[in-house]
């Protein structure tokens, strides 16, 4: 409210809109809102967004587009399941209080916002969000039999990761779906979607806490693996690092370096280059793509180190396997 006392002050005019805004920007202390979605309609009026309200257990989902943004969401008791599902979005990071976490910003991608916590947003580039949000006390009760356990917090392992499931990312498109329709079943439908995510979850989080609880670590089963190559293919003409994949596995980047290899006898690196040239092959053979045009749309650098890498692998220059698929 200083601020406000001090526009007043210097006779600056404002609405009583302005003035209110103004304050709640300021005061982020624990429990201003009651719920995330309050919060989020309060401080985003400038974005377009759409929200529903469906089932037993006080879920809220939201569709929003975003441009480039700095903001500070309070603290509220909502989990927030925030999913990218299209945009832009070139840099995305939040501070929970405990050090700056860098998203991916990929679409596809989802981060468990935790509750009780106040949120500092920083993000460039326009960007699509679908997120659920859902009272912390609602989503223990439900993933613990002991109802005293209800303050627990279910998902502080996944805290601070990108998670990359489709699974997870169809399951709240559907969400949404049945949000939308609304009508008779509609309730149950949508209960029965979200005990599907938080069974999903629940499985991540155990991946999640395995190495730490002294268990020998599972391997890179076909389940990771899976999750880890669709990443890949979906990200080929973007940069991916090892922590990226170490994300999408549920393991640290060492332990996942190690399990990668062993499943496939080929790093990472090596695993991403040859989907790239493998990809970059099949486009040659359109003729209205230019060289620089493949180089760029699968992730290199440059036209230059586009040939390197694909007269190393393949043992001719791009140009040169060009003219001979038209031959």
């Not at 949120?119 to 613990?144: F, K, Q, T």
Request: hydrophobic letters at 40%; charged letters at 25%.
């Amino acid at each position: 409210m200083l601020d406000v006392l001090r526009l007043q002050r210097f006779r600056i005019n404002l609405n009583w809109r302005d003035i209110m805004d103004l304050a709640c920007a300021h005061d982020t202390r624990p429990g201003q809102f009651a719920s995330f979605a309050d919060a989020f309609d309060k401080l985003y009026p400038q974005f377009v967004q759409e929200t529903h309200e469906t089932g037993t257990h006080d879920q809220t989902a939201m569709r929003v587009r975003q441009a480039g943004h700095e903001k500070t969401i309070p603290a509220n008791p909502d989990v927030v399941f925030r999913l990218v599902t299209g945009g832009s979005l070139s840099h995305s990071s939040v501070d929970y209080g405990d050090g700056r976490t860098r998203l991916s910003g990929r679409a596809g991608s989802l981060y468990i916002a935790p509750p009780d916590a106040t949120a500092e947003w920083c993000s460039e580039g326009d960007h699509e969000l679908l997120m659920l949000s859902v009272p912390r006390a609602r989503v223990s009760r439900l993933l613990n039999a002991d109802q005293s356990a209800a303050d627990a917090d279910p998902f502080r392992s996944l805290y601070g990761r990108d998670l990359f499931d489709t699974g997870l990312a169809r399951t709240l498109e559907l969400i949404w779906l049945e949000m939308t329709r609304g009508g008779a079943g509609a309730q149950l439908k949508v209960d029965g979607l979200f005990l599907t995510m938080l069974g999903t979850l629940t499985r991540l989080v155990e991946e999640v806490d395995a190495p730490r609880s002294g268990r020998q670590t599972p391997k890179l089963d076909e389940a990771r693996l899976t999750r880890v190559t669709d990443f890949v293919d979906a990200n080929l003409g973007q940069p991916i690092s090892l922590k990226d994949l170490a994300n999408v596995a549920c393991y640290s980047v060492h332990h996942f370096t190690r399990a990668f290899f062993s499943a496939t006898h080929v790093t990472p690196h090596q695993y991403i280059t040859n989907r790239r040239i493998t990809e970059s092959k099949r486009m040659l053979s359109d003729p209205d793509l230019s060289l620089a045009d493949i180089a760029y749309m699968f992730g290199f650098a440059s036209q230059a180190h586009f040939t390197t890498q694909f007269k190393k692998h393949v043992g001719i220059t791009p140009g040169r396997y060009r003219m001979e698929v038209r031959a």
